[in-house]
């Protein structure tokens, strides 16, 4: 479990809560999630455009393996990583069914309000060393999960505009 702080009658970390949870939810700076996976056509889910490593499906699997794990790691002391790197990407370019993606898309918004709401939780010491971990904090592991998820937005817009599915 995360480290717990005393509470006061006032929060003075809510301005710095919210500035993560804007972070987490992006937006801001660059297209948020819902707009880089929204209405992406399932025919071009599992296409690796010339050029590119990666298929929008293998992307947006990546980002749900790292935030679940991030997640995890921030929050239980048992939690286990996958296997680096192999654990954190699919085994194939394309999806292994018609449902795949939409499930992933509703798992990575899960695991995202889950990060956002333990973030703006008063209770939670943001500064504290996670007891499991070896210097790693709530606050760092909230900066992570955004640094990491802004970078494969980035990435999911791209190869959407080299497969022709970005307007």
Not at 18 to 29: I, P, V, W
Not at 48 to 74: K, T, V
Not at 87 to 97: F, L, R, V
Request: include cysteine.
């Amino acid at each position: 479990m995360p480290a717990k702080k005393t509470t006061t009658p006032q929060d003075h970390d809510a301005p710095v809560r919210q500035h993560l949870r804007d972070l987490l939810t992006g937006g801001h700076a660059h297209a948020g999630f819902d707009s880089a996976v929204r209405n992406m056509p399932a025919a071009l889910r599992g296409k690796r455009p010339h050029g590119a490593e990666h298929s929008p499906w293998e992307i947006l699997e990546h980002m749900r393996i790292a935030q679940w794990d991030i997640l995890e790691f921030s929050r239980d002391p048992r939690h286990q990583s996958p296997e680096w790197p192999g654990g954190y990407w699919p085994g194939s370019p394309a999806p292994p069914d018609e449902k795949a993606w939409d499930k992933s898309v509703r798992a990575f918004r899960r695991d995202l309000k889950a990060m956002c709401d333990l973030v703006a939780n008063p209770s939670t010491d943001l500064y504290a060393r996670i007891p499991h971990g070896d210097g790693q904090t709530i606050l760092r592991e909230a900066l992570l999960a955004a640094d990491h998820n802004a970078y494969h937005l980035g990435e999911m817009v791209l190869v959407r505009r080299l497969l022709g599915a970005w307007k």
